[in-house]
């Protein structure tokens, strides 16, 4: 199991982007990283991710959460999917709606809560293709009210979330029966709606400037109103306040009609920026994607099923890579916090590239595992990081628990003193 | 000039070292060294030197009369005998640079690593020496001590480097003497044999033949679990319908 799992937690660290990279991958650092002397087998580390029961990631995911980071304050979250394309023609695997492909096909998803403050991602479910995410904002608004115990949970989601009337008054029911929970999610444009929208009176609206795309690009014009839209087989008093922000678009290009459905009482403009600031949870799949090989996670479907065109679902496999990423992620964030002002915010990439993938030499002594990195620019960055790794005296139990210890080789010799 | 020695006498006599026993090069050397010290006084430098010349000049000496002879301890003139003049030059200089200042932080355990495995007959002074010039910290032979045990570095051949990948061996010291035991420690590292000895380049003799490389260089050879002779003779299998020849249809008699 250690095995397993050092090597795919150290996996997106590393840019390790399939399991079957391991059969080229001959790196001693990575060996130690793994839990060996020698890069493990990519049979070893497959088996043991297919055979990840659900219930024990459950359990793992659920005691590795970093609910500390909103308990007992006030948390901006974001819930949304990442669906994971897969090409399988053997198996008749469930499909949905990817995104980045436009396009209904075969496809997984994992469904991440985001606190958007602190960047970092707070839970995870996997679950097959034709999941959505209206039938999960529910489970996850609930998990994250009831084990992170923030003060006030203002809950963003995507259209998704609000496909049908239905699930848009199952969320805010549920904003209505909880008193420190805000919903704020994308209403879905249809035409219709849409229609009544274009039709509000211009005095409604309130004019901002924003700035424009790059410097010295005219500013952007944006257009707030509130409004209230009454769902479907629902009385006007039931109508649900709605923020409609139109993006003028300058030249023969349509306007943009950004619509929200809000439980909140605040400003329109303050639940527009809250709302904004879900794009770090779309920008932090991207990252996932590029520098931590998101894509490359195990199948949920099962290659040992009978009936391929039925295969079994297996949530474990799936669910425990995914959350291994978004704790990469998380933990990649805190290092970035350590370092200058210049690397925070720093993506995967960007701290592999420049701190991670460093030549040097190992060391191994009797009583530690010295690890001597070869010279490069900024080191010096790095002194404080590694005189703190270095006091915590940590120790690798399975190097015969060896004391871990971080060295930069020297800028130059010192001016000698004394006569 | 001292005041306790008057005479060279009175400075053997108080040393308890009878002076009619002394041959005449021991008398000869004892008074060059009692005029040193008149000379020079009896400070730390002085009598550091003189007790490494006296240890050392094979005069026929014992070890206690030195020491008591110069005011030491008898551990510490014993202390002093095995030491090369550079090492006493080092620990005077050492002593010159004045108290001890700065600290050994862990980081700095993989350039003494590396300059351990690099020179591993380096003596402490050496290595305090190192310290100096690269930090700028200048610490106590109790303090490194700990410092080397703390971080398993204090055994000679401890320090293994770990072959990088490829099976590219570390740049190995330039003279140094064949490499320790690989299993030095009880928990040492044994992978410094993954890496695979290639011959050294040495510049061939024009009309000789070419050196063999190492066997190393080859690969193994395949085993076989038993002599290929007790296994069944290959089968080359039936010639498929294409390429087998046709049967004749020449008519074998009238009436076929």
Known sequence: ?419 | MPAEAPDLARWLQDAAVPEPALTAAQRAVLHAAFRFLQRCGRDYYSVRLLSHFLLHCQAGLKVAQVARLLGLSRSAASAQQGLSSKEVVQAAHHRLAGRSHGKLLPRFAGPIAQFLHHHPEATRWDLLDFIRCTWGVSVSRVALHRFLTKYGLDRAGAVVPLPKPGGASPAQPPAAPPPPAPAAGPRAFTAAADSVGLPAAVPPREDGPLPLPAPEFFLPRPGTPAPSCCYPRPSTGSPSPRTASRTPTAPCGAGC
């Open chain 1, 1 to 419: 199991m250690r095995r397993g799992l050092l090597t795919s937690a150290f996996a997106p660290v590393v840019g390790l982007a399939r399991v079957f990279h391991l059969d080229q991958m001959d790196d001693r650092g990575f060996a130690l990283l793994s839990g060996g002397r020698s890069c493990p087998s990519r049979h070893f580390i497959g088996g043991w991710r297919r055979h990840l029961r659900w219930q024990e990631v459950d359990a793992f995911c659920r005691r590795t959460c970093p609910w500390d980071l909103l308990t007992g304050d006030d948390a901006l979250v974001s819930f949304d999917d990442h669906a994971i394309p897969r090409w399988t023609r053997k198996f008749s695997i469930r499909k949905g709606y990817v995104t980045t492909r436009n396009k209904y096909m075969r496809c997984e998803k994992l469904f991440y809560g985001y606190h958007v403050g602190c960047d970092r991602y707070l839970c995870v479910r996997g679950a097959p293709g034709h999941v959505e995410l209206r039938d999960l904002a529910l489970p996850l608004t609930r998990r994250v009210l009831q084990y992170g115990r923030p003060r006030h949970l203002h809950a963003l989601f995507d259209a998704n979330a609000g496909k049908s009337d239905a699930d848009v008054r199952a969320l805010l029911e549920l904003a209505a029966r909880t008193p420190n929970l805000t919903v704020t999610l994308r209403a879905c444009r249809y035409p219709s709606r849409v229609r009544a929208w274009k039709q509000l009176p211009s005095g409604l609206f309130t004019c901002y400037e924003e700035p424009g795309a790059y410097v010295g690009a005219p500013p952007k014009e944006i257009r707030l109103a509130q409004t209230r839209t009454t769902l479907k087989g629902e009385s006007a008093e039931q109508a649900v306040r709605t923020i409609v922000c139109r993006e003028l678009v300058p030249g023969p290009k349509k306007d943009r009609w950004h619509p929200l459905y809000t439980s909140s009482a605040a400003e329109p403009e303050e639940v527009l920026d809250a709302f904004r600031l879900r794009q770090h949870h779309e920008q932090g799949y991207r990252v996932g994607v590029y520098d931590q090989c998101l894509d490359g996670v195990p199948c949920g479907y099962d290659k040992d099923s009978p009936d391929p065109q039925r295969p079994r679902f297996h949530r474990g496999p799936l669910q425990m890579v995914g959350w291994l990423i978004a704790l990469v992620y998380n933990a990649v964030a805190d290092l970035a916090a350590w370092l200058p002002d210049r690397f925070h915010g720093a993506h995967v990439g960007t701290l592999r590239r420049a701190l991670f993938e460093r030549p040097g030499q190992l060391y191994c002594t009797p009583e530690a595992l010295i690890v001597y990195l070869d010279p490069f620019g900024g080191q010096e960055a790095l002194v404080p990081l590694i005189d703190f790794v270095n006091g915590q005296q940590r120790r690798i139990p399975w190097l015969e628990n060896r004391r871990l210890v971080l060295s930069l080789t020297p800028a130059g010799p010192a001016r000698q003193r004394g006569p």
